[in-house]
């Protein structure tokens, strides 16, 4: 997948999280600033976490993220990954640690 779209993740992540829909759609939070359900507060961090993705892709157009096919077991394999201005790559993998990498190292982290 190169591309993550706000409104698809948001969907998918309440899907994967088991939140309630209504006929209007999903059931959002009401009342005060304080989460009544849990799961909407987990909500709100993955869906920050997306926010970001979608920055990323959005300031660099090359960025690959490979949420598809990379869990956290996949420690070493590459989640994202956009090219730096230097023509370095900044890789994050499937265990959520990072690096800045070659060109050629990119090519042996995605031949794995």
């Given at each position: 997948m190169k591309y993550v779209y706000g409104d698809e993740q948001g969907e998918a992540l309440r899907t994967l999280m088991g939140m309630p829909r209504n006929a209007q759609g999903w059931v959002k939070p009401t009342g005060d600033i304080k989460w009544r359900d849990p799961k909407d507060g987990e909500f709100a961090y993955?869906?920050?976490?997306?926010?970001?993705?979608?920055?990323i892709q959005r300031d660099y157009p090359d960025c690959v993220y490979n949420g598809k096919t990379v869990t956290p077991k996949d420690a070493t394999k590459v989640l994202v990954r956009w090219q730096l201005d230097d023509g370095d790559y900044r890789v994050i993998f499937?265990?959520?640690?990072?690096?800045?990498?070659?060109?050629?190292?990119?090519?042996e982290l995605e031949a794995r």
């Open positions: 993955g869906s920050y976490g997306f926010s970001w993705l979608n920055t499937g265990d959520l640690s990072s690096a800045t990498v070659s060109p050629s190292r990119l090519r």
